[in-house]
């Protein structure tokens, strides 16, 4: 017998009984009454647990064609750059489906080869590659524990909850630091960004700085805080020990903490644990040491959703990874719980109130955990900086870099304009950049009511800002915006 791969669940089928057949045969109502007893065989196990397979109203089969036929094209419009570009590479449809059948691989090698092709539209990535290079250049910092000129361990806490989350870091570097013996501190991104974005060669330079980095410690075991950076550690930088966090402080005594709810919470696992076991029952064990009571949602484990960052979903389709994040804080009414930064940086901006563990674990004093609002791009730029120039001063007691001219320009915005900004990704130090160079040199557009518009090109993109000057280097932003052509003449103002 022909064994097929088809698989339809019938855990929540109730069985019918059949309607006998009289001997003249089925009427119609007869015929339509037994024909109701069949199912509609189908897998589509994936694609009822995924927003994203839902979002384009297909299943894998059919998205595999779209895919080949996208790479496939010489002339004409390629439709499926943005299906491509959209997928979190969580893998869930993989670890769910009965054939092992991956997205991830699939819209990944799509995204590797298009940009060998030069056919990856700037505009999905650009500004998560530019992030990082910002994490792992002004935004990182090494240094062997004060004191010390040699490290058995380095703390990485990763560039999300550096940027999400500044107030735990030295808290909890300082705990791990009286507990074991020489751990250093390591703050950068671990160039998981590149791998999403299918840069290949931006992924090899930021791994083969990574190692350098890491020997030039003496190769120590690493700590990593972020499931995403141990994931990325443990596939592409197999001579590096990285264990983590969770799995360090299940060992040891918890520092005290604050109150933890009285009523159970939502536990979300990233997706980037579900193939960690170890780190997904630390923090459980961590949870029950603390009191706090939970439940499981529904896709949890292995199985876990993502919170709509992963493979940089957001950067290429922001709509729908809003999506992908209502629909995982909808599955529960309680209050959530996670362990990654970042899904608790998300869950917060659909509403949903959300706690990070090490809230619990190193509570900042007179705030709620779960009151924290969403972290923008620019509040987590400006958090990274902040955080290494904090830590320079407070731990190993080094001056900062001066500050560059244009940081002491103040912006003054209302709530309209911030969200404008936000929702365009343009970044409060470009702005400022941008209003230094325009009141240096002159070169903008005066409207004559007493405000004024001028443009930057620091990389790619042009960035344009509709300002006006308040004196004592104070500027009111009403609006900006940016594109990608280039501007080769423009006004001078008087």
């Known amino acids: 017998p022909f064994e097929t791969r088809l698989f339809t669940d019938i855990s929540d089928v109730a069985p019918l009984p059949p309607s006998p057949a009289p001997p003249e045969g089925y009427d119609v109502a007869g015929a339509k009454e037994e024909a109701a007893r ?7 196990e994936c694609v009822k647990r995924c927003v994203y397979l839902q979002e384009y109203r297909g299943y894998p089969k059919r ?3 779209e895919i080949y036929n996208n790479l496939a094209i010489v002339q004409g419009s390629r ?3 943005r299906m491509i570009n959209s997928c979190s590479l969580c893998g869930q449809c993989e ?4 054939n092992g059948f991956s997205m991830r691989d699939l819209c990944l090698g799509a995204r590797r080869e298009m940009v060998r092709q030069n056919r990856m539209p700037p505009s999905a990535h650009d500004f998560a590659l530019e992030d990082m290079a910002l994490s792992n250049s002004t935004g990182a910092l090494l240094r062997h524990a004060p004191g010390r000129e040699a490290s058995s361990y380095l703390f990485f806490p990763g560039c999300h909850l550096a940027g999400g989350s500044p107030g735990t870091i030295a808290p909890l570097y300082d705990f791990l630091r009286d507990r074991i013996d020489g751990v250093g501190l390591w ?3 671990c160039g998981a960004p590149a791998r999403w974005a299918g840069r290949e060669d931006l992924f090899d330079s930021a791994m083969e700085e990574l190692k ?7 190769s120590p075991t690493v700590i990593t805080a972020c499931t995403g950076c141990l994931d990325v550690l443990r596939r592409d930088a197999l001579e590096i020990e990285a264990v ?7 060992d040891m005594p918890l520092p005290p903490h604050g109150p933890v709810p009285g009523e159970p919470m939502a536990l979300h696992d990233p997706c980037t ?3 960690m076991s170890d780190v997904r029952a630390a923090v459980r064990d961590i949870c029950s040491s603390l009191g706090i009571a939970m439940e499981e949602l529904p896709e949890t484990g292995e199985r876990t959703s993502c919170c709509g960052f992963g493979g940089l979903q957001r950067n290429a389709n922001e709509p729908l990874a809003d999506r992908v994040a209502a629909a995982r804080v909808e599955e529960n009414p309680r209050d959530y719980l996670t362990y990654c930064a970042m899904c608790r940086n998300l869950f917060a901006r659909a509403g949903k109130r959300t706690a990070h563990l090490l809230d619990f674990l190193f509570p900042e004093a007179g705030k709620d955990s779960f009151d924290r609002p969403y972290a923008g791009c620019s509040r987590q730029r400006d958090d990274r900086l902040a955080l290494v120039r904090a830590l320079q001063s407070s731990h190993w007691m080094e001056e900062n870099r001066p500050m560059e001219p244009h940081e002491s320009i103040v912006l003054v915005m209302d709530d309209s304009v911030l969200a404008l900004l936000e929702k365009r990704r343009i970044v409060h130090d470009t702005v400022k950049r941008l209003l230094f160079e325009a009141e240096r040199t002159g070169a903008s557009m005066d409207r004559g009511d007493g405000t004024f518009i001028a443009s930057l090109r620091p990389s790619l993109v042009t960035y344009w800002v509709e300002y006006r000057p308040l004196g004592d280097g104070r500027y009111e932003v009403l609006g900006a915006w940016s594109h990608r052509m280039v501007v080769t003449e423009g006004g001078r103002r008087p």
């Open 38 to 44: 069949c199912l509609q065989c189908q897998c589509m």
């Open 95 to 98: 670890r769910i489906c009965p």
């Open 273 to 275: 644990a579900a193939e």
């Open 244 to 250: 983590s966090l969770w799995t360090v402080l299940k």
């Open 212 to 218: 350098e980095q890491w020997a030039s410690m003496g």
């Open 187 to 189: 703050l950068r991104c």
């Open 63 to 65: 998205y595999a064609r």
């Open 79 to 81: 439709t499926s750059n």
